[in-house]
C-alpha cells in the first residue's frame, strides 16, 4: 500500500460529501446520539464546498490509496479585529479530519494534518481553532494544539 496526497478539487466533491456525513455520523453515534433523520446536508455541502474552495477560504488535503480516498482534512479561513495573540486577525478553523477506519494508526491523519496547518500558515493564520471529537483529541494534543476552556457556543 502507498498512501499519496494530494489537494481537493472538484471532481471528488460527491465522493467527500459521502464522507463527510458519514464523519458526522460516526461521530454522533460514537457519543450515543441519534443522528437526526430530516436533515439533507448533501445540497448544503455541495453549495459550501464550491463556494468556499473558489474564495479561497477553504482547502482540503486528501489521503489515497491508489484511486480510493481514504482521509481527508479540511481548513477554512476566518478574520476578524486582530488581538494579542493573533495580530493578523487571521483564523483556521480545522475540521473534516477523518480517516477510513480500516486505515487508522498509520499516520494518515498526522500527514493531512501538516498540509492543512502549513496551508494555514501561508494564508497568514496567527490561531487554528478545532471543536474535536473525542477520536481526535489524541490526535491534536500530540501535535501541540492546546485546550481552551473559554470557547463556547451558540446554536440557532
Not at 80 to 108: A, H, N, Q, V, W
Request: aromatic share 12%.
Amino acid at each position: 500500500m502507498s498512501i499519496t496526497y494530494k489537494r481537493l478539487s472538484e471532481k471528488e466533491l460527491s465522493t467527500i460529501i459521502k464522507m463527510r456525513i458519514d464523519q458526522l455520523t460516526e461521530e454522533y453515534t460514537s457519543e450515543g446520539r441519534t443522528v437526526p433523520k430530516d436533515v439533507d446536508l448533501e445540497a448544503s455541502l455541495m453549495d459550501f464546498y464550491k463556494r468556499n474552495i473558489a474564495a479561497g477560504t477553504y482547502v482540503s488535503w486528501l489521503a489515497l490509496d491508489g484511486d480510493k480516498i481514504v482521509g481527508t482534512s479540511g481548513m477554512s479561513f476566518a478574520e476578524k479585529p486582530p488581538y494579542f495573540t493573533c495580530p493578523s486577525g487571521k483564523l483556521g478553523i480545522l475540521s473534516s479530519m477523518y480517516t477510513d477506519p480500516e486505515y487508522r494508526r498509520m499516520g494518515i491523519a498526522t500527514q493531512l494534518l501538516d498540509r492543512v496547518v502549513k496551508e494555514a500558515k501561508d494564508y497568514g493564520c496567527g490561531t487554528i481553532y478545532i471543536t474535536a471529537s473525542d477520536m481526535g483529541v489524541k490526535l491534536y494534543e500530540a501535535y501541540g494544539f492546546k485546550h481552551n476552556g473559554n470557547f463556547m457556543q451558540y446554536n440557532f
